[in-house]
Structures are given as structure tokens and as C-alpha cells.
């Protein structure tokens, strides 16, 4: 079953997994239930502003943002093998400080609510032909992530009350991704680790910068040792009228992408693409990537490299992408896919990304990003490089530090078709994320 809990913290940046415990409520031979708590903090400095919102005067903001998700989840066992999964947790987030780079948010935004709400059934091994756990049914408010990410990426977009007179307002943690469930989900996987398997979904959205989509997606993949393949196809039913002038061509788009990640048998060597196509009433649009890795398994940190070219039309609508597999993937750029642009379409990226591992617990990382605009008559002109430096270390089983230093270079200012106000000079982003669970 692809469907799972998106990381609290968004950005760029996935949070280093822990072996952190929940606190074990019960736990007997047929229900376990525990008391789950995990929260971000961070604290950013951009040297310069965008021009997103249309609130922003030029200069450097700082600001500071919270999240912090609690609940319960459980786990109760029925014959053979069947299980009935669950979550009903909230989330409370919260903006400081002048607010973020991009103008989003304003630094006055805070609010607590549900955040999932979900249960799920497995069969175990109720249908032997179709495997252990081969046909799953899961309905509620709850985080979904289909595929590589590169289409959908749970509902993570969390604008605050810096842009449309807070008729957007999430409620804080912009960069954090504070919030990321659907409001309504009803999911149906069949098949097992192997072999094919399928997801039909249905999704829907109470976030407004989203314009409230509904959606119909259905998944086929083949899953093998060597990697899996699959096909996706999403259709958006309906949008809220209130906000759909936000996304004229979403209503009625049908998108389908097809998609293949894996090792091709070959240890050490990672390879992925996807090509999405979309139909639209203006006409047809399409992204695509390519991505090529290679982790030397054999040296002292064992490094890793990774190239990856992608391409997204002028007019390509790019869902609701958010964090996936990897860093970067699909936030490009902590300043360009946060605040600068461009988000995932009108533009071609060309992305490296390098990676040691001193210990278990402690990562250094280098992203690099050159970003070409195909269309500047289409909108703003987002062509930029961007270098980021990152560190991942996990102090202990509950506590993770993530400090970043990025270099965004535009190649124009907002007076001169660009998104970056007041000049085109290189902007030196920093950000301090603190994370903890048990």
C-alpha cells in the first residue's frame, strides 16, 4: 500500500529517520495503542525577498516557525493475520518574526487542528492468492503520497495571512509544511510487495491555496527486485468556486504519468524517470525528469552522487507535489522552491546532489541547481543557480538538528522581470531546524 504519514518537516529538507518509541499505552495480544508526539522547530534568515505576495518591501527578513503534531495511534489484530491500523492526531503550528521570504506569511499565524483521523484495514492473510496484507481499505483524513511524489505529495502547501487578505491562511509553518493530510480520503490497494499491484483513490482537499480540489487517481505498478514501474492517472472533479480563479485550468485536468525507479539489478547504482502528461482546456502540457545515482559503497562515509534533469511546460500544472524520496525531491532550492520560483513548472532544472556519511547518525549534503525559465512572457522570470549545504544528525532516539547555508543567485530582479526585490545580487540563506519525537 503506497499510502503513508508525510515527514513533519518540509522545505527541501526530509527529517533523518529515529528509532524513537511512541509512549505504549496498551499493548496486549490483540490491540496496541500509543500516545504519539513530534514537532519541528526552525529559524530562518533570507538576506533578500521575493516578490510572491506583493507585500514585501526589499531587505532581509528573519523568522522563526513551529509545528508540533499529537495524538494517538493504534493497532488491533483480528484471525488470521487481518489488522485494523489508526490515527487521530492534531497539529499545532505557528509563525514568528517578519514572516517568510516570499511574503506568505506574515509572522502572526498560529492555530491547532485535527490532523488525522484515519483507519485502516489489512487482510492478512484472509485472501491467500493475493499475498499477506493484498487488499487494504483505508478511509479518513490522513497523508497520502503517490509514487515518487513527482504528481502528488500529501496537501502540504501551508500559505499564511501575508497573501489574499489571509483568505489562504493554513494557520503557520510555511517552510515547516506544518500540515499535510487530505481533509477526506477512501483508498483501495490490492497486491502485495511483489509482482503487480494497484491503488484506486479518492482525495479531497479543504486547502484553499489548492483551491479545495477533489481528486480521482488510480495507480498500477509491477514490483520487482530490480525496480518498479508504474502508471498513475489523476482526474480533478471539482474545485471550490470561492477559490478556483486561482487555478483556471485545473478543473476537469486529467493527468497521467508513467514512471520507473530502481537499481536495474545493479548494486551501488540508482536510476529514475517519470513523463507526465496533462490535458487541459487550453491545451496539452507535460514534465519530465531523468535521475541517475551512484553511492560508492566501498570508500571510507560512503559517498553518493546524484544527477537529475527535469523539465516542466510553461503551462504545466504541478499538483500537489511536496518532500518525497530524497532532498529536493520535489522542493528544488530551499530560496527557489520556497520563495523565489519557480514551483515546478515553465522551467528546466539541472540538479546535483553529493552526500557523505561520516556515522550512522551524521550526514553532510551539497545541492546544486541551475534553473532556466522557458517563457518569461508567461510570467516571472525565475532563472537562477542555487548551492545548498546541509548537515543531518540524529543527537539521540528523539532529537535531530538540520543547519543550512544556501547561495541563490538570480539572473534578474523583480524591476527587471525577475522575482528578487530591490536587486539581482546573491542572496546568503540560512536556517536552523530543530526536530524531536518519542
Given amino acids: 500500500m503506497r499510502v503513508r504519514l508525510a515527514p513533519l518537516v518540509g522545505g527541501s529538507l526530509l527529517l533523518m529517520a529515529t528509532s524513537a518509541q511512541a509512549l505504549e499505552l496498551t499493548n496486549n495480544d490483540h490491540t496496541t495503542l500509543n500516545f504519539d508526539v513530534s514537532g519541528t522547530a526552525a529559524w530562518l534568515h533570507s538576506q533578500e525577498s521575493y516578490d510572491q505576495a506583493g507585500t514585501l518591501d526589499e531587505g532581509s527578513v528573519t523568522w522563526q516557525e513551529g509545528a508540533v503534531k499529537y495524538g494517538i495511534s493504534g493497532e488491533h489484530r483480528l484471525a488470521r493475520d487481518q489488522r ?3 490515527a487521530l492526531r492534531w497539529t499545532t503550528t505557528g509563525t514568528w518574526g517578519d514572516g517568510d ?10 492555530t491547532t487542528k485535527l490532523e488525522d483521523a484515519f483507519l485502516t484495514w489489512h487482510s492478512g492473510a484472509l485472501f491467500p492468492a493475493l499475498g499477506n496484507d493484498g487488499l487494504a481499505v483505508s478511509a479518513g483524513r490522513q497523508s497520502v503520497i503517490v509514487g515518487d511524489g513527482f504528481l502528488i505529495t500529501s496537501d502540504s502547501l501551508n500559505f499564511g495571512k501575508g497573501i489574499a487578505d489571509g ?3 493554513r494557520g503557520g ?4 509544511a506544518g500540515r499535510s493530510a487530505f481533509d477526506k480520503t477512501a483508498i483501495i490497494s490490492l497486491g502485495g510487495e ?9 482525495l479531497q482537499s479543504d486547502n484553499p491555496a489548492q483551491a479545495k480540489p477533489e481528486l480521482n487517481i488510480g495507480v498500477l505498478e509491477h514490483v520487482n527486485d530490480k525496480g518498479t514501474m508504474g502508471l498513475t492517472y489523476v482526474k480533478v472533479t471539482d474545485l471550490d468556486d470561492e477559490f478556483a480563479f486561482l487555478y483556471p485550468q485545473r478543473d476537469d485536468m486529467e493527468t497521467v504519468s508513467l514512471r520507473a525507479q530502481g537499481n536495474a539489478g545493479v548494486e551501488n547504482l540508482f536510476l529514475a524517470a517519470e513523463y507526465a502528461w496533462q490535458d487541459q482546456d487550453q491545451g496539452d502540457e507535460n514534465a519530465w525528469y531523468a535521475e541517475l545515482g551512484w553511492t560508492f559503497s566501498g570508500m571510507p562515509w560512503r559517498p553518493s552522487i546524484h544527477y537529475r534533469f527535469s523539465r516542466f511546460s510553461t503551462g504545466y500544472d504541478p499538483l500537489l507535489y511536496g518532500n518525497g524520496r530524497a532532498l529536493g525531491t520535489w522542493f528544488q532550492g530551499e530560496v527557489a522552491a520556497n520563495y523565489a520560483g519557480p514551483f515546478n513548472t515553465n522551467s528546466r532544472v539541472h540538479h546535483l546532489a553529493a552526500t557523505v556519511t561520516p556515522k550512522e547518525n551524521l550526514s553532510l549534503g551539497l ?6 525559465t522557458l517563457d518569461r512572457d508567461a510570467g516571472a522570470d525565475a532563472s537562477a543557480r542555487e548551492y545548498d549545504l546541509y548537515l ?30 530591490g536587486n539581482d545580487d546573491r542572496n546568503l540563506y540560512s536556517q536552523l531546524i530543530v526536530a524531536f519525537s518519542f
Fill in 173 to 176: 509553518a510555511y517552510y515547516l
Fill in 392 to 421: 543531518e544528525w540524529a543527537v539521540n532516539d528523539h532529537l535531530a538538528l538540520i543547519p543550512v547555508i544556501g547561495l541563490y543567485q538570480p539572473d534578474r530582479a523583480a524591476a527587471d522581470g525577475g522575482t528578487q526585490l
Fill in 84 to 86: 485494523v491500523t489508526g
Fill in 367 to 372: 545541492l546544486a541547481y541551475d534553473f532556466t
Fill in 101 to 110: 521570504a516570499a511574503g506568505f506569511s506574515d509572522g502572526g499565524e498560529r
Fill in 194 to 202: 511483489q509482482g503487480w499491484r494497484g491503488d484506486v483513490m479518492w
Fill in 167 to 169: 483568505a489562504l491562511n
